[in-house]
Structure formats: C-alpha cells, structure tokens
C-alpha cells in the first residue's frame, strides 16, 4: 500500500513555546488481528502547531492519539518529538500533557488541588507548586474557584480545570481527546474561541481529536481527515473545504450535494452537459455543489457559471438561515442556502415552482472517487 504523507507544510502561526517540539509521524501501523486501526501512517507536526485528528466514529483519529501518548504502541513504525526517538518512552515519561473526553478530574479533590497533582508528581517545592497552580488557572480565569469541589463545577469549568491542569508543568506537547463533546452547543462554541485563544498564548504544539467538522474548521492551524485507518488529506481549514482531495473528504466536511460526472472531449460532463470549472481533476468522478455557493440564475450567468434547473421541493427555515430543497431530476437533488435577511426572504420562489440555480467556475469543485 502506498505510504500517506502529510503534503502541506504546517503554517507559522502561532510563536512557538521555548519548549514546543516538532512530531515526526513515519509509517506507523497498528494491527489488532486481521483489522487495521492505523495504516502506514505519515506526519509531520510543527513546533507550536494546532492540528486536528478529524474522521467518523472508527476512523482511527483516537488510536493515533493514544499512540502519540504511548497508551497505544504501533505495531509498525516510529515516532520522535523534537528529534527523539519516543515510540518506546513510557507515557508518564513523555512530559506531554492529556486533556480526556470525560476530564478525569479526582472528586476528592478541589480546583487547586486537582491542578497541582502532576507538579507534586514531579516533587516540586511547595512554593513553585503554588506559584504555578496561580498562573494556570489565571490563564483560564478560575483562580476565584481554587478552593471550591470539583462536584460544584459546571461541565465548562471542569473542562477548564482540565485543561489548566494540563499545561500546569509546562508540557513539550499537549494532546486533547474530544475535550468539548459533553458541552451543550452554546459552551461548545465558546470553548472553542477560548482553547485556541490560550493555544496562542502558549504556543505548545497541540494535537487535538474531534468528529466535529466545524469544531475542527474553527480550531486548526491545519486538519488531518483521517479515513478507515489511513490519512485522507492534511491541509489548512480553507484549503481543505475549497480543494478537497477526493469524494469522503468533500462530504465529511461541510455542506455538500456530489452529482456524478463523466469525462469527454471538453471536459467532464453532468447528465451530458460539460461543466465550467477553473479546477479540472483528469480523474474526476464527482461534482462538489456546495448549498452557499449557489445563486440564483439571472440572464448573462451562463458565460460564467453553471445552471442546474430544477424543482424547487421545500424552503426550511433555519433562523440565521433558509435551506432550500432543489430537485433536478435523474435523482438528484441540491441544496441552496441564504441568509435570512429581508431582502433574500422577498424574493425566495414557493415550493413547487421550478428555478434555475447557478454556480460559478471558480466555485465548481471536481473530485475524483473515495480511495478504495
């Protein structure tokens, strides 16, 4: 099997930690039996980098994390931090930090003491333990709650007291296990801005593992999609949602239709009629309809733009926003969404009235099949 890399180099966002470290990830492979959670897996990890582990239930995103804490040992493959060889180092020799789904805080113990426990591990003097636990958690703005049981705590400060007792030591690297799927939406979204706001201060490299499309759009300096064990693509946000490197990739992330297309003689075709595209893909198996990328077609758009006319079957109001449900025959049916602003709610057609949607060349996206 073809050995995966990461092809895009990781950005310089963020000023890294006097003690971030960059991750090697060379063929790593972990079996259990006949199955492979992981497959010749290949990735490199800046200083001071946000990268995400995206993928479905299964993929093998927390596999590879729990590999990069030394929970899990590859069954083929290496791993270095900083240019040392760790693929066989112990966990709690890894000096990386861990933020857990579920917190793993102790209930015996209160805010202040749940943070100091990795700096009493490690048998530093009282003063420094105190002086250390004040700095983190000013960094997550709890320090009024150092006294208080953890069994007092809301589940966004849990995940805070968490994440304070993760950096408290100073980690080379900090890794985060779906820290945020217990939260409701509104916290979630906040934690969000919050994690990548500290990230920036800190600059430790951080690997961060999500199912969460948008979680991981949001967060990331760049995303790794990984797919049934193997890396789909790694790439920035933007870049992962406007070139996405085949068919799981472009319906994993974000909003999309995929319409099957065909190659001819000037280019590939959908239901016959050849398609304007400023991205052609010579294996190209898939076009990608993106619902916020279509227009409503006005006389002059076909020099430009691609028309899909069809049946418009529903209109769903989404509070910020209206989806509309557009059937175009052959099986197919595409979405368009709009904001819900007055002027866009005016001029929206009625179910049952048939429209013609457009979509620009630069904004029509090929992609060839899923890898088998």
Not at 38 to 54: P, S
Not at 129 to 144: C, K, P, Y
Not at 340 to 362: C, N, S, V
């Amino acid at each position: 099997m073809t050995p995966l890399a990461a092809t895009a180099p990781a950005p310089a966002a963020t000023a890294p930690a006097p003690r971030a470290e960059p991750i090697a990830i060379t063929g790593v492979t972990k079996t259990y039996g006949l199955f492979h959670a992981l497959e010749d897996v290949n990735l490199e990890i800046g200083a001071g980098e946000f990268l995400t582990l995206l993928g479905p239930s299964g993929s093998g995103k927390t596999t590879l994390l729990m590999v990069l804490a030394g929970f899990t040992r590859p069954s083929r493959g290496r791993l270095t931090v900083g240019g040392t060889d760790m693929t066989r180092v112990a966990p709690h020799k890894r000096d990386f930090g861990m933020v857990f789904q579920n917190y793993a805080l102790f209930p015996h113990m209160n805010v202040a003491a749940n943070v100091a426990y990795p700096l009493k591990l490690r048998r530093l003097p009282r003063a420094q333990v105190e002086a250390q636990v004040r700095r983190a958690l000013d960094l997550v703005q709890l320090s009024h709650l150092a006294d208080r049981n953890i069994s007092a705590l809301s589940g966004g400060q849990k995940q805070r007291i968490a994440l304070a007792r993760a950096v408290v030591f100073e980690p080379r690297v900090l890794l985060m296990d779906e820290p945020l799927s217990a939260l409701d939406k509104n916290l979630r979204e906040r934690m969000q801005i919050e994690i990548r706001a500290l990230h920036d201060k800190l600059g430790i490299t951080t690997v961060y593992v999500t199912h969460d499309q948008r979680e991981a759009l949001t967060m990331s300096d760049r995303i790794v999609v990984i797919d049934r064990g193997r890396v789909s693509q790694v790439d920035t946000p933007r870049a992962l949602y406007e070139r996405p490197a085949n068919a799981f990739v472009a319906d994993f992330i974000g909003e999309s239709t995929l319409l099957p297309v065909t190659p001819g003689p000037g280019g590939h075709a959908f239901e016959g009629t050849p398609l304007k595209t400023s991205r052609p893909v010579a294996d190209a198996a898939f076009l990608v309809i993106r619902p916020e990328k279509l227009e409503f077609a006005e006389p002059g758009m076909e020099a430009e733009h691609n028309l899909f006319t069809g049946l418009l079957k529903s209109v769903i109001y989404q509070g910020e926003t209206l989806l509309a449900q557009v059937d175009i025959g052959a099986d197919q049916v595409i979405m368009l969404r709009r904001t819900t602003r007055r002027e866009i709610l005016a001029r929206m057609p009625e179910p049952g009235q048939r429209i013609t949607l457009a979509l620009h060349a630069d904004d029509t996206i090929l992609v060839p099949e899923r890898p088998a």
